[in-house]
Structures are given as structure tokens and as C-alpha cells.
């Protein structure tokens, strides 16, 4: 159950809250999610679905390691909760092919 | 593709190399190997640690101030593309690295000098103070006082010479 850190500006991932934000589901094949991966994330006692943009684990060669698992609050259908994205992002997102075009739409650096 | 600066040794970056850590901060460090990577896990300060040239230049070892440094800055323009700027850029790096690297070493070989009179000082001075493993106390003195009475004897003849 990873706490994870919400990087957007949506009111649901930015108003204090007693719990933090934790993943309780990972939609991979195995159960470990990196970077570009939707996991369900419980925050203030609702679910909400959320993409990973940078994680403390290493990676792929050539990919940079955060800080803190850093999480973008998403819709089912892909769309961004938030409007603007002021931390760094990993560039291996704009590779992926996923509709993250939106996500990749609102950041503003990349890493 | 480029060519970054390790930022704890300040040694360069090739790709495939090294670790890129972004700090929560949004700033991002890049290191080229783990020696580096550990040391600042270690929270060891690069301006203390001996080997970094940001130690050399902090301590003044290594050439800080230069024309030919200028040019490694980082611009964030982006300049539109000209190929015949481009050629003469190549061959301006060329000439640019060589007069870089001149400097550089006429800057340590300034600094080493001081170490080679300092150091004839030092020998004359510990000659001074053990030449009694080489030499006797009186070892030349009676020569010299002979000298020194024929050269007396010789001046009273000049002078007898002189009365008469």
C-alpha cells in the first residue's frame, strides 16, 4: 500500500487530508506499476484512478529516479483531473503510446 | 544529444553513463558514475571534497577566470542553423580546447614554481646548519691566517720600500 505524493493542482489531490493518497490497485500484468502505469488510488475515502509519472524505484537505464512517487489524479477515460503539472515528469512518457496526450499536454518540464 | 557535467565531480556525462536524480524540489543532479552517486547520498560537500575540480577551483589550484572558460557556458537561446557557422564552430573548438588546455597548464606550472625556490631555500638553509658533517670548525682557518701574515709582511716591505 505505497503512500504516494499527488503533483497536480486538482482540489481532490491538493486539500489536506488525515490519510495520505495510497495505491490500492495496479492495472499491470504483474503488480508493479512504473512509470506511465494507472494504479487506483484511494483519497479522502473515494477511489480515483491515477497515473505514475516518477518513482523512487530505478529504472530503465537512461530514465531519471525521483524523489517521491510522483502521481497525476486521472478520469476513466484518460483525461487530467488538474489543470497544471509544475513538477518535473519523466520523458519516457511522451514515448509510450497510451492516450497520455493530455497529461503530457498540461506539464510543464521535463526530465 | 549532450554532454553533461557530473555535478559532483564536474566530469563529463556521456550517454548510457551515469545516474540522473530529481530531487522534490524540481532540481535535477546528474552524476557519471556511483562513487559519485554514493558520495552525495553520503551528503559529502563537492567544494570539500579533494578530488572535485569544484575543490581545485574553489581552493584556487586550477584556472577559474578565462576567456577560453567562457565558452563551455550554457546558452539558452537557440541559435537558427547556418552551416557555414556550424564548420567554423568545429574548427573554433578545436583551436579554443588547445588554448584552453595551454592556460590551464601555464596556471599549475606557475603555481608549482614557488614550490622549486622554495625548496632550493630550504636546502641552502640545511646546509648552513649541518655543514659541520662536512666540513671541520677550523678546518680552513690556519691557511688563512698564513694569507693573512704574508700579505701583512708584503705590505710592511712596501712600506720600507716606500722610507727608503
Known sequence: ?111 | MRIEKCYFCSGPVYPGHGVMFVRNDCKSFRFCRSKCHKNFKKKRNPRKTRWTKAFRKASGKELTVDNALEFEKRRNIPVKYNRQLWDKTVEAMRKVEEIKRKRQAKFIMNRLKKGKQLEKEEAISEVKKNIHLIKAPHAGKAKQLEDKMVQKLQEDVDMGDDDI
Open chain 1, 1 to 111: 500500500m505505497t503512500r504516494v505524493r499527488v503533483v497536480d493542482n486538482s482540489p481532490l489531490g491538493n486539500t489536506p487530508y488525515h490519510r495520505p493518497p495510497k495505491v490500492i490497485h495496479v492495472y499491470t500484468k504483474n503488480g508493479v506499476g512504473k512509470v506511465g502505469d494507472t494504479v487506483l488510488l484511494a483519497i479522502k475515502g473515494q477511489k480515483k484512478k491515477a497515473l505514475i509519472v516518477g518513482h523512487k524505484m530505478p529504472g530503465d537505464r537512461m530514465t531519471p529516479r525521483f524523489d517521491s512517487n510522483n502521481v497525476v489524479l486521472i478520469e476513466d477515460n484518460g483525461n487530467p483531473t488538474g489543470t497544471r503539472i509544475k513538477v518535473p515528469i519523466s520523458s519516457k512518457l511522451r514515448k509510450m503510446e497510451g492516450d497520455h496526450s493530455k497529461v503530457l499536454a498540461i506539464a510543464s518540464s521535463f526530465v
